[in-house]
């Protein structure tokens, strides 16, 4: 690959690892992280990140709007799907019943999956749809603050 690839993706990663961090989720990058993010008691949103330009570009703003909500998961965690491989093997271990998906959402509640929201309906979908998806999981699932 050309040199001046490579740097524009570490670039593209590193923003899109910022954005997110950013918006006050959690990154996890090993196995162990994940294993101790998510035994955790409660509920723990996992934002599957992505360099997909366009999912990961609706994604990710609707990751920090859907938290400025009423009720909210106990805890707001990343991975980087396609750069961390281990810690994301490791996540989707808990999303029984849902294929790998990135970008994608999964709520979990005491470790054991509640509902994904997939790249699929992401992709092509306005970020204010993603956002309501996630806060009507937010309702149905989670707590008030």
Avoid: W
């Amino acid at each position: 690959m050309n040199m001046d690839f490579n740097l524009f993706m570490n670039d593209v990663v590193r923003q899109a690892r910022k954005e997110i961090v950013g918006a006050g989720y959690t990154e996890l990058t090993t196995p162990e992280a994940v294993e101790e993010a998510l035994s955790k008691t409660g509920t723990t949103l996992v934002m599957v990140n992505s360099v997909c330009g366009c999912a990961g570009g609706i994604a990710r703003p609707a990751a920090a709007h859907s938290l400025h909500f009423d009720k909210v998961p106990n805890q707001l965690v990343t991975i980087f799907a396609g750069q961390d491989k281990e810690a994301t093997e490791k996540a989707r271990s808990y999303f029984t019943g849902y294929p790998p998906s990135s970008p994608s959402f999964a709520l979990l509640k005491d470790g054991k999956i509640l509902t994904m929201i997939e790249r699929h309906e992401i992709e092509g979908h306005e970020p204010m749809a993603v956002v309501q998806k996630l806060q009507n999981a937010f309702e149905e699932y989670c707590e008030e603050v």
